[in-house]
């Protein structure tokens, strides 16, 4: 079999974010594969199809792309960000651990990718500086009470928290009452950062309070930063930075 698979991260959205060795392959595929906005990123030229589907057919389109590496085609599988966070590495793993056994042969490799977290974290700073954990907070693969669980775990144990998939049409309430949560965690004087669409034309920056921060502050294209009890602002004219000092008392 000459075919081969990789999965990709875009990074963030801004072309010089994308790595050398992502650019590379994309550049000798023969099939680009993912959620349509993410295919769209990687320009249409002779030689490439492109196959984009909808971000809840996941396990669908993995299967889809390891039929077609097993076939010969150059695949790459395409993610926002690193592929290996809330993306389609572990969906393709998935595929690949219960389907067709001689797909374990195959050429796979991981590409990573500058996650949302790291390039939001870098616009303001350095507010995961010490230690953090990250936090999906996407309903549709876990059940809430688990979120709510990690949440007031994170909290209790003061670490700097970074959130994907804070809020979408289709789940309107979760966010406020994580906020609230958070609010009860962590009191209303704690840092919270909204870095929506980092290091793309629409780019903008939000830096408050628990106490003043609001629900509508997020959308599906932000990342939500809650520092650690640690967690420093430096005012100055416009943005201030925010950043986690190295140690803990
Ligand atoms: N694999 C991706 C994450 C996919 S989940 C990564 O490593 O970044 C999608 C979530 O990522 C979005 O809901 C948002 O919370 C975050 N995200 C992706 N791109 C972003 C960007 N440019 N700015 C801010 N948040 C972003």
Redesign the pocket.
């Known amino acids: 079999m000459s075919g081969s698979l990789v999965i990709a ?1 875009l990074g ?2 801004d072309e010089a974010l994308v790595t050398p060795e992502v650019s590379q392959v994309l550049a000798e595929a023969t099939d680009i594969v993912g959620y349509t906005p993410y295919v769209e990123r990687v320009p249409a030229r002779d030689g490439l199809a492109r196959h984009s589907s909808d971000n809840r057919q996941e396990i669908e389109r993995a299967a889809h792309a390891l039929e077609m590496a097993a076939a010969g085609r150059k695949v790459v599988v395409v ?5 290996g ?3 389609m590495a572990a969906a393709i793993f998935e595929a690949l651990e219960s389907g067709d056994s001689a797909w374990r042969q195959l050429d796979i490799r991981v590409l990573p ?1 500058i ?3 790291l ?2 974290s870098a616009r303001v700073g350095a507010p995961l500086g010490h230690d953090f954990c990250c936090i ?1 907070l996407s309903d549709n693969l876990k059940p809430w009470p688990l979120i709510e669980k990690r949440l007031r775990l994170a909290a209790e144990a003061d670490f700097a928290m970074a ?4 809020r979408s049409k289709a789940r309107p309430e979760g966010f406020a009452k994580a906020l609230n949560s958070l609010r009860d965690a962590c009191g209303p004087e704690r840092v919270i950062v909204f ?6 034309p629409e ?1 903008s920056v939000r830096v408050t309070t628990l106490g003043d921060a609001q629900p509508e502050m997020a959308d ?5 930063i809650v520092g650690s009890s640690l967690t420093r602002v430096i005012e100055r004219d416009g943005e201030p930075f925010v950043y986690t000092p190295r140690s803990a008392p």
């Open positions: 991260g963030p959205g993610s926002s960000g690193d592929p966070v809330f993306a990718g996650s949302a977290m390039a939001a999906n959130f994907y998939n804070p870095a929506r669409a980092v290091s793309t780019a599906m294209r932000t990342l939500v």
